[in-house]
């Protein structure tokens, strides 16, 4: 991982999700070359394809990557 | 509203047919293309997210099959959990960002969630296999081939961007369509003028994007890449790229809800700018999967329920209408006030349901 992941949620969320395969997820997108800060999950996260749904990554224009599990099929 | 604004698989309006020509300008010029063909007027444009249109679109980067799935598509709402709903206000958090919306209790509101239809799943689907190859090509080491992806500064990064503008250009133009749909519809069913029916475009945002923006990093401004797949841009007070009529207070985000429950108006903060890069919610999250939730109980029954309690629905299918039910989200009340109590956005007004139209 090259960042922290970070989940904003209560503590009803935090006890669902921690079977939640989002949380990998979420895990999997902090090793995405170029990613600053923290690989972060919004409190109505859940399985998406590749990168969660609820989830918001940023990378640098210089070494970063774009990836099109971070957005999904339904564009927009 | 129903009648106005095509609803589920395969249904179109005979009235808006596109040539080639048109596809690539809406491709190219997003919702400046509908407002163009008389479909709203200029001045709802800088109420759009990057005014409706994302630069660097490049629609010679779609396949025919993009194209061909998105041409009879412009002006349709879709399936799933996409839909049109009239709500009113029922509460209000933030007088002073209410009152720059142009919100007040018991006013009519109309919320549509639509994209950029097939067309935008292709152009998905197309670059996945692209990106495959690339993430070889770069010697990227991915723990999870679905994160499959290029360099920003690689031709399959730029070609990526480049397709997906084009697309999330489409849905502007999409939902620029059916605003104005619904706003002929309100005059039509009140037999008044436009210009008296004053239905106007409180915000129009994306949350399924990649977008180039600036933020401080190390107190330094850097462009980044922001990927948000189910996340709300929430940019805050003074910010240049909250339009002009709300900058004073920050920018609208549109969280919907489920179809029996609310939604909520929120605004951007400064401390979205710091933590999530200028991002928040987007909605309430499924708590049932499609097939538990339409195994939950009969559609039927479901649409007579919400009718006792006033709330109306018209939909293509009986299908959505089970896999849409409302215990099948989450309580976006839970979700809304995580987000405002940790700041990243924060509540300025309830939308609750009246009538609503699916897929």
């Avoid at chain 2, 020509?21 to 200029?42: K, N, Q, T």
């Avoid at chain 2, 142009?102 to 509101?109: A, I, K, N």
């Avoid at chain 2, 994007?209 to 805050?236: M, N, Q, S, W």
Wanted: proline letters at 6%; glycine letters at 10%.
């Amino acid at each position: 991982m090259r960042v922290d992941g970070i989940v904003y949620g209560d503590a009803a969320m935090a006890k669902d999700l921690r079977d939640d395969p989002s949380l990998e997820q979420l895990r999997n997108v902090a090793h995405l070359p170029g990613i600053v800060g923290a690989s972060l999950a919004m409190p109505d996260v859940h399985w998406g394809y590749g990168f969660p749904i609820g989830g918001v990554a940023a990378t640098r224009l210089a070494d970063g990557v774009v990836s099109p599990g971070g957005v999904g099929y339904d564009i927009n | 509203m129903y009648r106005n604004v095509p609803t589920g698989v395969g249904a179109r309006r005979r009235d808006l047919r596109l040539s080639p020509r048109d596809m690539r300008a809406v491709l190219e010029r997003g919702a400046a293309w509908a407002v163009s063909r008389g479909y709203g007027s200029e001045t709802e444009l800088e109420r759009v997210e990057e005014g409706g249109c994302l630069e660097g679109a490049d629609p010679d980067l779609l396949s025919t099959r993009a194209l061909e799935r998105g041409r009879p598509q412009l002006g349709t709402l879709g399936s799933g959990n996409h839909f049109a709903e009239l709500q009113y206000v029922a509460e209000i958090y933030d007088e002073p960002a209410a009152t720059a919306f142009g919100l007040r209790l018991d006013q009519v509101t109309c919320m549509i969630h639509s994209g950029s239809r097939g067309l935008g799943h292709q152009v998905c689907q197309d670059h996945l296999r692209v990106m495959l190859d690339a993430s070889r090509t770069y010697g990227i080491a991915l723990p999870d081939r679905q994160l499959c992806c290029a360099p920003l500064d690689s031709p399959e990064g730029r070609r990526y961007l480049a397709a997906m503008s084009a697309a999330a250009n489409f849905a502007f133009a999409n939902r620029q369509v059916m605003t104005h749909w619904v706003r002929e519809s309100v005059c039509e069913a009140l037999q008044i003028a436009p210009e008296a029916a004053r239905v106007e475009t409180l915000y129009d945002v994306c949350h399924n994007i990649a977008k180039l923006e600036t933020f401080e990093i190390d107190g330094r401004p850097e462009r980044l890449c922001v990927h948000r797949k189910g996340a709300t841009r929430a940019y805050p007070p003074g910010h240049p790229g909250t339009p002009a009529p709300y900058r004073h207070v920050g920018q609208p985000v549109l969280v919907p809800g489920d179809m029996g429950r609310y939604s909520y108006v929120l605004v951007g903060t400064a401390r979205a700018m710091r933590e999530t890069f200028g991002s928040t919610c987007h909605g309430a999250g499924r708590r049932m999967s499609r097939r538990q939730a339409k195994r939950a109980g009969d559609a039927r029954v479901l649409l007579g329920e919400l009718r006792d309690r006033g709330i109306h629905v018209r939909a293509a299918g009986l299908a959505t209408v089970a896999e849409e039910r409302p215990e099948a989200y989450k309580d976006v009340a839970d979700v809304v006030r995580v987000v405002h109590e940790a700041g990243v956005s924060t509540r300025v007004a309830q939308l609750r349901p009246l009538a609503v139209i699916k897929g």
